[in-house]
């Protein structure tokens, strides 16, 4: 460091610079030849002397600091993909994740909005689509791998964008999961062709091998602990959309409205999910209103309630498509009980007013049976000499009452059956107890018979 009788003057104009630029300088003087004795240098002489090198070393860092931001950007530019290309996966999705977890994340984010965009299609560029496993009013379902693991993706057609929007917002609801309701999560996809993008509407599910419980039935009959774990957990599922939760973490009540056994799938223990929630309506207690989709789908008419049929329904009223689910389920009912099998004895498969319509019915066709002529599936007289299908049976004809309000809710339809699940438990456990205790009498008559055989 050069010291001279300036020093004091260096270290005011360094004060000063660093008082009005905030930046410290620390600059070494060297080597500058001290000034012949008297000629003294001008405060502006000493500060260009110190000034000059210190920008000079400003410009050098900065200039470095440039080049180090260049090399960065060329060595990500180096390993960036084309967006064309599917992008690992592993970067954006946690690689030890499986669907069911990654629908979990979504749910429980609290957002309630779903996966990142980037996510959703990182995760559909990496389905593998395998075949197609049925098709519906809206979109065509196919079996997927993504992971390894089966998937089902239900793709939207373009012109039913609105049913993909609304099944998409309604299965986002937070807290909607529940053991009884399919949990998918709803991807758009974009895809590039030569003049253009356009995009593909995804919803990916748990796929569930048996496919639906119209499928299901077509292909097996149950025994009575199978037809009322199935009845439980359907109507546990419909409980579960129509009961409003209060609370930060709770739900609003939803309606279905396309209640069938089509759109409820069998999971490989025997229980059931509630699926396909295009057409659903959600309550808002705050200021009771219904946020009717802006969809015009309509749901299936062999299941339409009598007042949707004669269009008598109060759609201002939240109960009155709660109610309208509850006679479908009824019809659901009657479907799964004609398959039960007690002692050999069940029927075939067949949909509600199989014997009244033709196959696609009319709503006039269908109004005609159900309002007019106040018909209803016929309840086997067989089914009341099995306890099981006699109530069964009973909660059918109470949710098919034409009058909407006398019919069961959701709730009491799941209690009643699951009290039947606890009896016919109990019974097979007293059967059981009773075939073990007749095998023993059966052993130590044999026993007997040995002992006194050998007098
Ligand atoms: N997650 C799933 N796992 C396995 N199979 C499924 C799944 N989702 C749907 N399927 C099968 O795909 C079929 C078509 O389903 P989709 O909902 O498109 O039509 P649908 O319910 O038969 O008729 P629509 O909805 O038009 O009234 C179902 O009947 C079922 O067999
Ligand atoms: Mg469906």
Known sequence: MYCNQHLPNVITILKTLHE?????LCVCVFGVEPPPEGSGWSQ?????????????????VILGMCAVQNLRCNHIKAHKQDPEEPLDDQTLVSPDKCLKELIYDMSTSGSGSGLPLLVQRTIARTIVLQESIGKGRFGEVWRGK???????????????????FREAEIYQTIMLRH????????????????NGSWTQL??????HEHGSLFDYLNRYTVSVEGMIVLALSIAS????????????????????????????????????????????????SNTNTIDIPINHRVGTKRYMAPEILDDSINMSSFESFKRADIYSLGLVFWELARRCSVQGIYEDFQLPYYDQV????????????????????????????????????KIMRECWYANPAARLTALRVKKTVSQTMVDVRQRNVVCKSK????????ADCGFLALFFLQF
Not at 20 to 24: E, I
Not at 44 to 60: Q, W
Not at 148 to 156: C, H, L, P, Q, T
């Open 44 to 60: 502006l002489e000493l500060a260009a002397v110190i000034l000059v090198p210190s920008c000079l070393v400003c410009v050098g």
């Open 202 to 207: 995804w919803l990916v599910s748990e796929y």
């Open 358 to 393: 033709q196959s696609d019915p009319s709503v006039d066709d269908m109004r005609k049976v159900v309002c007019e002529q106040k018909l209803r599936p016929n309840i086997p007289n067989q089914w009341q000499s099995c306890e099981a299908l006699r109530v069964m049976g």
């Open 179 to 194: 053991e009884n309701i399919l949990g998918p999560t709803s991807l758009s996809f974009e895809s590039r062709e030569n």
């Open 20 to 24: 009005k630029t905030n930046v410290c």
């Open 435 to 442: 075939l073990v205790f007749l095998a023993k009498l059966c």
């Open 237 to 284: 599922g419909i409980a579960h959309l129509h009961m409003e939760i209060i609370g930060t973490q709770g739900k609003p009540a939803i309606a279905h409205r396309d209640v069938k056994s089509k759109n409820i799938l069998v999971k490989k223990n025997g229980t059931a999910v509630i699926a396909d929630l295009g057409l659903a309506v959600k309550h808002d």
């Open 146 to 164: 993504w992971r390894g693991e089966d998937v089902a993706v239900k793709i939207f057609s373009s012109r039913d964008e609105r049913s993909w």
